[in-house]
Nanobody
Framework: QVQLVESGGGLVQPGGSLSLSCAAS????????MGWYRQAPGKQRELVAV???????NYADFVKGRFTISRDNAKNTVLLQMSSLSAEDTAVYYC??????????????WGQGTQVTVSS
């Protein structure tokens, strides 16, 4: 079992920046991939960015060039740095950890979510 705790959400003006942090209860070096998803009101949850255990990031097209995902294995945290935010980025942001065991079973763990609101 993996517990994930997000922090860093809040209210930011359009064009501003915000950083989210996700702290894991276990060593993230044992987690195959960690990522951030978001869900806006009335919409499905969507992938924002993911980073593999090897440190390779992948981004949704709508955040490329604006968001940066990184991981700190020593602190067991994953960061999402967001810039050039717009109202369309308003959503609840969720941290995700995905583990694949030796039998290739996939386990997904989720944080409780943190609200990001972009508004003037």
């Amino acid at each position: 079992q993996v517990q994930l705790v997000e922090s860093g959400g809040g209210l930011v003006q359009p064009g501003g920046s915000l950083s989210l942090s996700c702290a894991a209860s276990i060593s993230i070096s044992s987690i195959n991939a960690m990522g951030w998803y978001r869900q806006a009101p009335g919409k499905q949850r969507e992938l924002v960015a993911v980073i593999t255990s090897g440190g390779r990031p992948n981004y949704a097209d709508f955040v490329k060039g604006r968001f940066t995902i990184s991981r700190d294995n020593a602190k067991n945290t994953v960061l999402l740095q967001m810039s050039s935010l717009s109202a369309e980025d308003t959503a609840v942001y969720y941290c995700n950890a995905r583990r694949v065991d030796y039998s290739l079973r996939v386990f997904n763990y989720w944080g409780q979510g943190t609200q990001v609101t972009v508004s003037s």
